[in-house]
C-alpha cells in the first residue's frame, strides 16, 4: 500500500491518470487539438475548481489558488476573470429519441418503439409530426425526418410509417452528438468515480463486468448481450422518469438531474507494465 507523504499525490493515482489520459490524447489528437491547446485548458479547469475549495467560507485568494495548483498567478487572475465555457448543446435528437423510446403512446407491448405515421393527418397524436411538435415547435418535422433518413437512424415503409432503427441511432449520431455526449457522459463518469474515490457517501453506482482471455467470437457474443439488455434498463429508467414528471403537480423546489450510461469496450490484450511497486 501507498504511504503518500502529505499534499504529495498517490502514485497509484497517477498510475491511473496516467492510464485515462491516453484514450483521450488519442480523441484530442484526432481532432487537431495540440498539447498547447489542452495545457490552456488544463489550467482553467483546475482554477475553475480550486475556486471551489473555499476556506471558511471565504472564497480563496489568488494566491492560494496559485499555491493549491501550480499555476501562476497572473494566469490565475486572468482564468478568474473569464467566464467558464458552458456544454449548452442541448440536442433536439436526444429529446427525440428519449421520448420514442419511453413514452408508452409510441410503444408496442413488449416497450419496442412503434413505427409511426408520417403525418399527423394520418395517426393523430401517434405520429412522427406530433413527436416533434411534442418537443419543439420551431423546427420542422420534415427537417428532422430528411436528416434522420440521411443518417439511416429511420426508415419509412410503403404505408408511409416511420421505424426508428435503434440499433444503428447512436452509431450515426451527428458529431454535434457525439462531441456533446462526450463531454457530458465522460464528465459526470469522471465525477462519480471522484466521488467515491474520496469516500464520499452515499457513493455513487459505479459498477463494471471485466473478462480477458476471450475469443473474437465470445466478445461479439457479449456485445450483443450487453447491447440488449443495456438499452432494456436504459428505456426503463427513461419512461420511469417520465412518469415521475408527468405525475407532479408542482416543479421541484431544488431540482437535480442524473446520468446513467451503458458502454461496452473490447481490445486485443496487452501486457500490463505500469503495476505500481507494493
Not at 171 to 196: E, R, T, W, Y
Not at 240 to 259: E, F, L, S
Request: some cysteine; proline content about 7%; overall charge negative.
Amino acid at each position: 500500500m501507498d504511504s503518500p507523504l502529505p499534499g504529495a499525490p498517490s502514485s497509484r493515482l497517477l498510475i491511473a491518470v496516467r492510464h485515462l489520459l491516453r484514450p483521450l490524447v488519442r480523441l484530442l489528437l484526432g481532432n487537431g487539438v495540440t498539447y498547447p491547446a489542452l495545457l490552456e485548458l488544463l489550467k482553467e479547469a483546475y482554477v475553475k475548481e480550486a475556486e471551489t475549495l473555499s476556506i471558511d467560507g471565504k472564497p480563496p485568494t489568488d494566491s492560494r489558488i496559485s499555491l493549491l495548483t501550480g499555476v501562476h498567478r497572473k494566469d490565475v487572475r486572468r482564468l478568474r476573470d473569464e467566464p467558464t465555457a458552458k456544454l449548452a448543446y442541448e440536442s433536439l435528437t436526444a429529446q427525440l429519441f428519449a421520448r420514442w423510446i419511453s413514452t408508452p403512446d409510441y410503444l408496442d407491448e413488449a416497450g419496442n418503439p412503434l413505427p409511426l405515421a408520417r403525418l399527423a393527418s394520418h395517426g393523430g397524436g401517434q405520429s412522427f409530426e406530433a413527436l416533434v411538435q411534442s418537443v419543439s415547435k420551431d423546427i420542422r418535422p420534415r427537417v428532422v425526418l430528411d436528416e434522420w433518413l440521411r443518417l439511416q437512424r429511420v426508415a419509412v415503409d410503403a404505408e408511409d410509417r416511420v421505424h426508428l432503427k435503434v440499433k444503428e441511432f447512436l452509431p450515426n449520431a451527428s458529431q454535434d452528438d457525439k462531441v456533446f455526449f462526450a463531454g457530458q457522459n465522460l464528465h459526470d463518469h469522471i465525477a462519480a468515480v471522484a466521488h467515491n474515490v474520496s469516500g464520499a457517501l452515499p457513493p455513487f453506482l459505479e459498477r463494471c463486468v471485466f473478462y480477458d482471455g476471450l475469443t473474437t467470437t465470445e466478445v461479439a457474443a457479449l456485445k450483443t448481450l450487453a447491447e440488449s439488455e443495456g438499452m432494456s434498463v436504459l428505456q426503463l429508467l427513461s419512461r420511469q422518469a417520465m412518469a415521475m414528471k408527468a405525475d407532479r403537480t408542482q416543479p421541484p423546489a431544488a431540482p437535480m438531474r442524473i446520468n446513467c450510461g451503458i458502454y461496452f469496450y473490447c481490445e486485443p490484450e496487452q501486457e500490463v507494465t505500469d503495476e505500481p511497486s507494493n
